[in-house]
Nanobody, 121 residues
């Protein structure tokens, strides 16, 4: 079992920044990937970024590339999503999730409760 707790969401003006945190517990994540997803009202959930726990290799979706950065702190068992130059279209509930490394995106099987990010224009 893996427990994930997100924090750091809130209300911010367009152009502002937020840093989301995902604190993990319950299992050694060396063979896992941690992903950040978001879901806006009426839209499907989409992956935003992901990172391999052991090497720190990362992926960032084209829609946020250059603005969002994923990182992890192994000592704190925490993954971060630094979000800069936020736009109203970034408004969504953001979730972190975990999957075994090497498996496809459908294998994310542990999820946090989500944190709301609202960007005002």
């Amino acid at each position: 079992q893996v427990q994930l707790v997100e924090s750091g969401g809130g209300l911010v003006q367009a152009g502002g920044s937020l840093r989301l945190s995902c604190a993990a517990s319950g299992r050694n994540l060396n063979y896992y990937v941690v992903g950040w997803f978001r879901q806006a009202p009426g839209k499907e959930r989409e992956i935003v970024a992901a990172i391999t726990w052991s090497e720190g290799l990362s992926y960032t979706a084209d829609s946020v590339k250059g603005r969002f950065t994923i990182s992890r702190d192994s000592a704190k068992n925490t993954v971060y999503l630094q979000m800069n130059s936020l736009k109203p279209e970034d408004t969504a509930v953001y979730y972190c999730a975990v999957k075994p490394r090497g498996e496809d995106r459908n294998a994310y099987n542990y999820w946090g409760q989500g944190t709301q990010v609202t960007v005002s224009s």
